[in-house]
């Protein structure tokens, strides 16, 4: 049983013991306790309970102390009991453990916790700056460093978190041109996707079944978009929809009577475990969205071209058969069926605005498509509809956006738009 002192200040010391140590030593752990009981009988028992449990966690080796207990010895402490348990998802904890393992740790993994303060982390972090990473990049490591020392205050490791007194962290500075197609843009590249292109190849050796090499003359080979990205491109733009709900979407979850698409699930990428299904970014990113019936067209002929393609592939369709063929996903790798691979839209997209641009005669300079990424056609959707009047609280809806100070946020350029057009209409109004 750990040995229970009275202290002059009120105070009571506890002293567990656990073993030996190699010198046969005896190994011992202090601590004091204030007790808030207020008649002796009380306090005897509320101070013998403490006693008791600090010798049991001082004896299971959960007893930690900011003054004994390093950086790294604690990382693994947090890591398993805040970090594993967290609603983070596994992408997030990934990069919460490669930041920490690669930054901080052969920084101050060494050092007592109870001995870090606010200008060590200041050091980590001001060396970042130094080096060029962005202001979002330092800020996002002071919020994992973060995390771990509010954590050891929870549990009364340390008695302040060094966080709080660092330094001012530095500004974001919005990049507040967002890249978009404007309407006529996002019209031809919807036209495009119709249109027939040619692939060029050169002349080239090929090699038989028995090894020998033989000529191939050049040639030009004339290709159509695929109907899967024709309906993958539409579908992004009406819609508006992240990557990761695009790619998780199964032919359940698309009404083809209510003409209603339904995101219930998004995917993600994680070094461990590869393409994963996980919620949606946020609990209002769970919504049902109506789109025009050129959508659900595109993809009723898609979903025909999908079955025929299962046929074709035979024992190589990995995917869902019959009554359950419902259950595949709408957007799918072509060689076995399953879910496409999350960079594959953004590698076609650039593929087709290329094509589309290369097809240019050298008057039809102005016709040519930005080069803009897959993201921006989510910002494309939400730009040209709030261009069009349509209400913020619907594009935020829509969006799948917790709050709709967050879509003003973020598409303030197109009301500032609306708001020029609203004063020309007054103009002509009264000067009329």
Not at 154 to 169: A, G, M, Q, S, V
Not at 312 to 325: I, T, V
Not at 382 to 389: G, R, Y
Request: hydrophobic share 30%; aromatic share 10%.
């Amino acid at each position: 049983m750990a040995t229970i002192r009275l202290l002059e200040n009120g105070k009571y010391k506890i002293t567990a013991s656990n073993g030996r140590d190699l010198n046969g030593k005896q190994i011992k752990k202090n601590t004091t306790y204030t007790p808030k009981a207020k008649t002796p009988k009380a306090i005897e028992k509320e101070v013998e309970k403490f006693a008791q449990d600090f010798e049991d966690r001082f004896r299971n080796g959960d007893y930690l102390s900011g003054e004994e207990t390093t950086f790294r010895e604690f990382y693994k402490v947090w890591k398993r009991n805040w970090l594993e348990r967290s609603n983070l998802t596994e992408r997030i904890k990934e990069e919460y453990i490669s930041r920490l393992e690669n930054k901080v740790l052969p920084e101050i993994g060494h050092m007592k916790m109870a001995k870090i303060r606010a200008t060590h982390i200041d050091d980590i972090l001001h060396k970042m700056t130094d080096d060029g990473k962005s202001p979002k990049t330092v800020r996002y490591y002071y919020t994992v460093i973060n995390s771990v020392f509010k954590y050891a205050f929870k549990k009364e490791i340390i008695k302040e978190n060094p966080c709080l007194r660092c330094d001012d962290l530095p500004t974001i500075r919005k990049d507040k041109e967002l890249h978009y197609f404007t309407l006529d843009q996002a019209k031809r590249f919807l036209g495009a996707l119709d249109q027939e292109y040619s692939l060029q190849y050169k002349e080239r050796q090929r090699v038989d079944s028995s090894g020998n090499t033989y000529p191939v003359k050049a040639y030009t080979s004339i290709r159509k978009i695929s109907p899967m990205y024709k309906a993958y491109f539409y579908v992004a733009i009406y819609g508006g929809f992240r990557r990761g709900e695009m790619c998780a979407l199964t032919w359940e979850d698309i009404d083809f009577e209510k003409q209603s698409i339904r995101i219930t699930k998004s995917v993600s990428r994680t070094k461990a475990n590869g393409q994963i299904l996980k919620d949606p970014k946020t609990p209002t990113s769970n919504r049902e969205i109506r789109l025009p019936s050129d959508c659900f067209r595109i993809l009723k002929d898609w979903k025909d071209e999908e079955i025929k393609l299962m046929w074709k592939l035979g024992s190589a369709w990995e995917g869902s058969r019959g009554s359950d063929f419902d259950r595949n996903y709408v957007f799918i790798r072509l060689d076995n069926g399953l879910m496409i691979d999350l960079d594959t839209p953004s590698h076609k997209f650039k593929e087709i605005i290329e094509i589309y641009n290369n097809s240019l005669k050298e008057d039809e300079e102005d016709l040519r498509l930005p080069e803009i990424r897959l993201h921006d056609l989510r910002h494309t959707s939400a730009t040209l509809l709030l261009a069009s009047n349509t209400d913020i609280e619907t594009v935020s809806h829509r969006l799948g956006h917790s709050k709709a100070s967050i879509t003003l946020d973020v598409y303030g350029h197109a009301l500032e738009t609306m708001d020029e057009k609203a004063s020309d209409t007054l103009e002509k109004i009264f000067a009329s």
